[in-house]
């Protein structure tokens, strides 16, 4: 079964603003990552946040970790076009080394 | 620096036959990662080999699906025979190295989309 849950499961947002998207899970991690998935294409890393950290920046993307609650954020500012994709976190359990995937985010950017 | 290689990318076959998938890491990665992902759906771990051996195979078809990585390079992705369930983009990945306790990036091939009819 699937680690994490992605919300929402589309987004569709204008050119210049600010996209969000969160991610659930249900066991505790290591790790937590974000990738990026354009159409017809393979899956890109964007960003590793470990489960001690509670932020990380990586140009436009801000990324949020809270252990507690079991869930992170990613923040993409000023969107563009070019943005348009589908996003996917994944996690790192402590037991184990797999990276499972949630179900994705599509975020569609409008010029 | 070269990606991760995959072929074919499209394939289409009928239900019963057999198909191989072929993948060639980033130079230097010792894992290697392959998923099938269904439309709609996140990537599922198949299979993944540190080197040349098996360090998890737990959600892979074993009745059907087959995989080696000989020389612990490149690896083969085999289905035999296929169902229409196996309809799936299959991605392979690499990563330089895994330690204990934190894994490192992936790094995707750009995937084979298999259409099984």
């Known amino acids: 079964s699937q680690q994490g849950e992605e919300d929402p499961q589309a987004l569709s947002i204008q050119e210049g603003e600010n996209a969000t998207m969160n991610c659930s899970y249900k066991?505790?991690?290591?790790?937590l990552q974000w990738y990026r998935q354009n159409s017809g294409r393979g899956l890109v890393h964007l960003i590793l946040?470990?489960?001690?950290?509670r932020e990380k920046h990586s140009g436009r993307l801000r990324v949020t970790l809270d252990t507690s609650k079991k869930s992170s954020s990613l923040l993409i500012t000023a969107s563009r076009a070019a943005d348009t994709a589908s996003y996917f976190c994944?996690?790192?359990?402590?037991?184990?080394?797999?990276?499972?995937f949630g179900e994705g985010t599509q975020l569609t950017v409008n010029p | 620096e070269a990606g991760v290689a995959q072929s074919p990318r499209y394939k289409i076959i009928e239900k019963r036959q057999s198909v191989a998938f072929w993948c060639n890491p980033i130079?230097?990665?010792?894992?290697l990662y392959w998923y099938q992902q269904i439309l709609g759906q996140g990537p599922k771990l198949l299979i993944q080999?540190?080197?040349?051996?098996?360090?998890?195979d737990s959600q892979l078809p074993k009745d059907r699906f087959s995989a080696e990585r000989l020389k612990g390079v490149d690896s083969t992705l085999k289905i035999q025979p296929a169902k229409l369930e196996d309809s799936a983009v299959y991605l392979c990945?690499?990563?330089?190295?895994?330690?204990?306790?934190?894994?490192?990036?992936?790094?995707f091939g750009p995937g084979t989309r298999l259409t099984v009819t």
């Open positions: 946040i470990r489960s001690n950290e």
């Open positions: 066991t505790s991690i290591n790790n």
């Open positions: 994944a996690t790192v359990k402590t037991s184990g080394s797999r990276l499972t």
């Open positions: 080999f540190q080197n040349n051996g098996v360090v998890d």
């Open positions: 130079s230097g990665h010792a894992t």
């Open positions: 990945a690499s990563s330089l190295e895994q330690d204990a306790i934190f894994s490192y990036e992936q790094y």
